[in-house]
């Protein structure tokens, strides 16, 4: 069974950074995709960074250019570097992986999630 577990979370000013960490285990084989969500109170879960076996990234327009995503393979480490942080990047921000071929943006296709890490930006 998966396991993920998220840490780095916290309160910071505007225009601050943060580095969220996510450390996987309980698998043989890599998970084919790793990724990071968030979820404001009252919205849904939004899809933020994905990156893939291969290296490939993806990120969501709001955060583009600001957040970076990098894994650790021989450390079964996922981290997420938040720059130039803004209020509304205020959330709960939540690990996911699958194991299955390709990333993708929608939630549903992560059988795995974190419990999650609360990042807060105050103005």
């Known amino acids: 069974q998966v396991q993920l577990v998220e840490s780095g979370g916290g309160s910071v000013q505007a225009g601050g950074s943060l580095r969220l960490t996510c450390a996987a285990s309980?698998?043989?084989?890599?998970?084919?995709?790793m990724g990071w969500f968030r979820q404001a109170p009252g919205q849904e879960r939004e899809w933020v960074a994905t990156?893939?076996?291969?290296?490939?990234?993806a990120y969501a327009d709001s955060v583009k250019g600001r957040f970076t995503i990098s894994r650790d393979n021989a450390k079964n480490t996922l981290y997420l570097q938040m720059n130039s942080l803004k209020p509304e990047d205020t959330a709960m921000y939540y690990c996911?992986?699958?194991?299955?071929?390709?990333?993708?943006?929608?939630?549903?296709?992560?059988?795995?999630w974190g419990q999650g890490t609360q990042v807060t930006v105050s103005s």
């Open positions: 990156r893939d076996n291969y290296g490939g990234t």
């Open positions: 309980g698998y043989t084989n890599s998970p084919a995709c």
């Open positions: 996911a992986a699958r194991l299955a071929t390709f990333c993708y943006t929608g939630r549903t296709y992560y059988p795995y």
